[in-house]
Each structure stands twice: as C-alpha cells, then as structure tokens.
C-alpha cells in the first residue's frame, strides 16, 4: 500500500474494501462474472463522483459566482472611473470659462457682449480703475451690502478690499 495524501487517500479507503470483498472468490467468465465487474465500475464511479467530483463542482461553481460578482464591480468601477473623469472635463473647461470671465471683469472699460455687464462710467472716463468691489458696490448695491455683512460675520480673515 503506497502512501497516499487527500483526496486519493479517501478514494482508495472506499475503494479498498470492494476491491477485497467483492472480487475475492468470485467467477469472472461469463455473464455473472460481467456482471459482477460492472457493479463494481459503477460503484467506483458513483464514489468518485460523490467524494470528488462534486466537491471540486461546487468549489468551481462557487469560485465562478465570486469572479462574476468581482468582473460586475470591476465594470461598474470602471464605468465610474469614466464618467468621473468625463466630469473632471466638463468641470476644468467651465473653471476656464469662468476664470476667463472673471478676467474679462476685472480688466476695466471692457464690455462683456450677452451678459448684461458694463464698465463702469469712471472707467471709461480715464479715471484710475476701482476695484472688483467697488464696481460691484456702484453697479449692484444691494449685493454689495450682502457681501459686505458675509465678511463681517466670517471675521477678519476676509477683508473687504477681496
């Protein structure tokens, strides 16, 4: 009997017995003998199947609905991935537009077409240049005084010239 580890030890030990009870004594010419043999076959064959091929099934079939499960993460990590950088775009191309126009604002006598901004009268005028907030005081008074309590609460580290 040679040393044996897993699952071949389990399949020996069930199979040993038959091999010594069944076959020991019995007449293997002609049909019983036939027969006899083919018990014997099934009967190894329906121990296999049960002690390791459907073991070895389940794990397979187990380790199948895992990879599923990851491969579906994956696409939806993956699609995520995509659209969050198709934002990332979408957010740098409208911070450039916006940053274009906050320049556009700042430099003085121009006039932003669609938009409903003007420069202001001194500009144009040749005095020297007020600041963003002393535009936006003379032109949108109302928001400037929101502004203003805004900074007012938030403390010193705003300052009203920002």
Request: hydrophobic letters at 45%; charged letters at 30%; proline letters at 6%.
């Amino acid at each position: 009997m040679t040393e044996q580890h897993g699952p071949q030890q389990r399949i020996a030990d069930a199979i040993r017995p038959a091999m010594l009870n069944g076959l020991q004594d019995a007449e293997l010419i002609g049909a019983p003998g036939t027969e006899r043999i083919n018990e014997w076959v099934d009967w190894i064959a329906a121990v296999v199947a049960g002690e390791v091929v459907q073991p070895i099934a389940a794990e397979r079939d187990a380790f199948a609905d895992r990879v599923d499960t990851l491969t579906h993460v994956a696409r939806r990590n993956k699609e995520g991935c995509k659209d969050a950088a198709r934002d990332v775009q979408l957010l740098e191309a409208r911070v450039a537009e916006l940053e274009a126009e906050v320049t556009q604002l700042r430099v003085p006598g121009v006039v932003l077409a669609g938009l409903g901004v003007e420069a202001d009268a001194a500009s144009v005028a040749g005095t020297p240049p007020q600041s963003l907030r002393d535009r936006l005081r003379a032109k949108y008074p109302a928001t400037a005084e929101a502004l203003d309590r805004r900074d007012a609460e938030a403390g010193p580290s705003r300052s009203a010239e920002d």
